[in-house]
């Protein structure tokens, strides 16, 4: 792996406190609702890391889109898998976010974070460094 | 075939003939181009041949990468509708997704993917 991050330009260090734990009984609530209900690994990562959205790769900005996606879309599990909410994304950047979703999610080969780091500044994501393995033995 | 492919060098190295920088054929750099056009389907013989002149070698570059992240973005797309029709269970559009990278894909490294993950499928109705 010779992905080097120093490449590449710093993510927003803007910070937005979101999904953080609130006293307000209809935001604890859809915190609540939300962690219940998050099957994409990018969701989940923002609800496990409030107020730090570099956690999961993302500027604040783009977390509170895919937070309002999940959202809107938590209702209705097919729509779960759907990323036309971050319609305002260039589309390589929605590739690069969608890849990592799976890279997580589906236990790709290679440094998730490290990939998406490196498409988010070559536009590109690095299908030599992460990708699915075969599953063996099934 | 290397078992780890690193493609970071020739991606590089393309950003820099696009930007108008003079590509030096040195040793290393030729080494780089021979051994990534065998690891993006390109012949033996239409890799020297580019290596000919400056010129076509740096053709020869921007085709490397072109071949690399075209079919990066072909096949992660493909993948990633293959998964939510896998979810589905609609797994004959999730296979049809994959058979249609490889009906196209030259570069070894991704048609591989694909035929994992097809072959993965096969188990399924």
Partial sequence: ?138 | MPDELDWAPIRDLARRVRNGERLTLTDDVRELLERTASEVGMSKADAASALASTASAEALVLELARRIKEGSDRLMDALHRAKRFRLAGDFDSARQELREVLAVEVVPHYREIAEGQLEDLAKEP
């Fill in chain 1, 1 to 138: 792996m010779k992905i080097l991050d120093g490449r590449f330009g710093p993510l927003s260090v803007a910070v937005l406190a979101l999904g953080c734990a609130s006293s307000h009984p209809a935001v604890a609530e859809r915190d609540q609702y939300a962690q219940a209900t998050c099957t994409d690994s990018l969701t989940c990562c923002v609800q496990r890391n409030p107020g730090n959205p570099e956690a999961c790769g993302l500027t604040a900005s783009e977390a509170a889109t895919l937070m309002a996606g999940a959202k809107a879309a938590a209702p209705d599990e097919a729509e779960e898998w759907n990323d036309a909410h971050n319609t305002q994304l260039p589309e390589w950047k929605r590739r690069c976010i969608r890849n990592y979703g799976d890279c997580k999610e589906d236990g790709w080969k290679g440094d998730c974070y490290a990939c998406l780091r490196y498409c988010e500044g070559q536009l590109e994501w690095p299908a030599d460094q992460c990708f699915p393995a075969k599953k063996k033995g099934k």
